[in-house]
């Protein structure tokens, strides 16, 4: 008996005999970095940090396009639950923006490889990972739609076309976030003043907009 799990044992010549959907994954996600997007991976590349033959990886991604979906998507899941976590905490529309901001620009600040998938590969990446982005924004801003629509009935301010506003903020957050991946991260601070008072501005908008189509 070795102690070791099977899902780790590797055979003589140093590749493992059994490997996981998840393994492929991290071994995905250990090339990856702010210069290395995925769509400069190879599955061979891949197979060879996941310690497998190249086409033993064929038993869990059809091609690189799926392993590519497979990334976004998880980084997507990732990245709403920090941001879901952090706008449940939230009692008003300044605290949501402050805290969703401040718990984004913490993922870029730590060099979150997952949220660099979501950044990236919406404008460089295939069909197939710009497709899997924009679901992942989908989500997002359907999440923030709701949680906008549950604190202006708490605070009785009115909230004109609750998609769109959550729409134009995440695609906000999201643009921004980008160009910060080639900013210092000296200059992370005041990019984040800078979001939260775009947004800001975008809540303060709706809500003068759906105050004159009540006093119409």
């Known amino acids: 008996m070795s102690g070791i799990p099977d899902s780790v044992q590797v055979n003589p010549q140093g590749r493992k005999p059994v490997i996981s959907r998840e393994d492929i994954i991290a071994a995905a996600l250990k090339l990856l970095g702010p210069n290395r997007s995925v769509s400069t991976l190879s599955?061979?590349?891949?197979?060879?940090?996941a310690g497998i033959a190249p086409n033993?990886?064929?038993?869990?991604?059809?091609?690189?396009?799926?392993?590519?979906?497979?990334l976004i998507d998880l980084a997507?899941?990732?990245?709403?639950?920090?941001?879901?976590?952090?706008?449940?905490?939230?009692?008003s529309e300044e605290?949501?923006?402050?805290?969703?901001?401040?718990?984004?620009?913490?993922q870029l600040r730590a060099d979150d490889r997952l949220l660099h998938i979501l950044l990236r590969e919406g404008t460089v990446g295939s069909d197939a990972f710009k497709?899997?982005?924009?679901?992942?924004?989908?989500?997002?801003?359907?999440?923030?739609?709701?949680?906008?629509?549950?604190l202006a009935r708490i605070k009785k301010t009115g909230l004109y076309e609750p998609a769109l506003t959550a729409?134009?903020?995440t695609r906000l957050v999201f643009a921004m976030g980008a160009t910060a991946l080639d900013l210092p991260k000296e200059k992370y601070a005041e990019l984040t003043g800078q979001i939260v008072l775009m947004v800001r501005m975008i809540i303060t908008?709706?809500?003068t907009m759906a105050l004159s189509q009540k006093t119409k």
């Open 56 to 70: 033993s990886i064929y038993r869990h991604f059809r091609d690189l396009d799926e392993l590519a979906v497979a």
């Open 167 to 169: 729409k134009a903020i």
């Open 205 to 207: 908008g709706t809500q």
């Open 95 to 106: 605290s949501v923006v402050q805290g969703c901001t401040d718990a984004f620009m913490e």
């Open 131 to 150: 497709k899997a982005v924009e679901r992942q924004l989908n989500f997002f801003e359907d999440e923030l739609r709701l949680d906008l629509m549950r």
């Open 76 to 91: 997507g899941q990732s990245l709403r639950q920090i941001i879901g976590e952090a706008r449940q905490r939230a009692t």
């Open 43 to 49: 599955l061979r590349e891949v197979a060879r940090e």
